[in-house]
């Protein structure tokens, strides 16, 4: 009779003792679900509000012969291919050259763009991307124009445009750095912190790597998820950025005070270094830079371009 109690009390608690166990992984299973469940929606919660309202309007042209409109069109602000042509961003308008350089057509509110100031532009999803000082994007696809407003911002211009994989960037000067994907347009934000890139005037992308110039707040770096910012307080001549090139190892810096470099693997440190720019050219007028045959192309405000080597030793200068 012992031996039956012992053993019914044994098989007792083994059951007692396999249902917590049971009990502890249901919790803890339970305890997961919901916290995964909280997460995807904070996270889709948080997508949602990045999501920027829009307004979507075609542009009609003004056939009239009694009406005619001459404009200068020698202030070129961004140049881009496109439908075999060349297309050029004037303070007159859109133009559009030949291979061989032949005038082709000056496009102007007309033809319906919605203003004639234009700052920037791309290609993406086979169509010509536009930048207006104050009429938000345009869309061109070499007939019509269309544009696109955001309802809950004023951009106060688009300064920079850059067709990314999957999806066109936009720069603005008070909207932040959005990002297009053909339907949805949302903001990308910076850090933890989910911070407003401010008065974006550069954007470019070497392999991983998204560069981001602004007009008074230096650069930023977005290096997978990771977000880096650099000043003056870093070596940069100025915070007011006119350009940047990167190759394999060196991240080039144009302002409108010169030139400085650093090497991208110190960027890629977590380390809080001074100085961490190498000052190059010290130019008051620079205001672009440009990669070519091997040399670095800087332009200064007066039309006149220098060329600099960039397979020497910055250091020793």
């Known amino acids: 009779m012992d031996a039956i109690k012992r053993t019914f009390n044994k098989r007792t608690l083994i059951l007692l003792a396999s249902l917590a166990l049971v009990g502890t992984l249901l919790g803890a299973w339970l305890i997961r679900q919901r916290a995964e469940r909280s997460l995807a929606e904070e996270r889709s919660l948080s997508e949602k509000q990045n999501f920027i309202p829009f307004e979507h309007q075609y542009y009609s042209q003004i056939n009239n012969p009694a009406i005619s409109i001459w404009q200068s069109y020698k202030s070129t602000r961004a140049i881009e291919k496109f ?35 234009l700052l920037s532009l791309a290609t993406f999803n086979s169509k010509l991307f536009i930048g207006t000082r104050t009429s938000g994007l345009v869309a061109f696809d070499g007939s019509h124009f269309e544009g696109y407003r955001w309802t809950d911002r004023i951009p106060q211009s688009i300064d920079a445009l850059l067709s990314d994989p999957g999806r066109l960037l936009i720069g603005t000067r008070a909207g932040g750095l959005i990002a297009f994907d053909g339907s949805q347009f949302k903001e990308i934000k910076a850090g933890a912190e989910h ?16 560069f981001v110039g602004t007009f008074s707040d230096g650069i930023w770096i977005e290096d997978g998820a990771r977000w880096s910012h650099y000043t003056t307080a870093d070596g940069l001549l100025s915070n007011r950025i006119v350009g940047m090139v990167a190759d394999e190892e060196n991240l080039f810096v144009a302002s409108d005070f010169g030139l400085v470099t650093a090497r991208l693997a110190n960027l890629a440190t977590d380390r809080d270094e001074a100085g961490r720019f190498l000052s190059v050219v010290v ?16 332009c200064k405000d007066n039309g006149e371009t220098v060329g600099l080597r960039t397979d020497i030793d910055f250091s020793r200068l």
Do not use: M
Not at 89 to 113: C, K, M, R, S, W
């Open 83 to 117: 439908n075999d042509s060349i297309f050029v961003a004037t303070d007159g308008g859109l133009v559009e050259f030949g291979p061989t350089g032949n005038l082709l057509h000056h496009y102007t509110v007309l033809d319906g763009l919605p203003e004639s100031d």
């Open 195 to 210: 911070q407003r890139l401010p008065e974006i005037t550069f954007l470019s992308r070497s392999g991983v790597r998204l």
């Open 283 to 298: 130019s008051p007028s620079l205001s672009s830079v440009v990669q070519h045959a091997g040399k670095l192309v800087l």
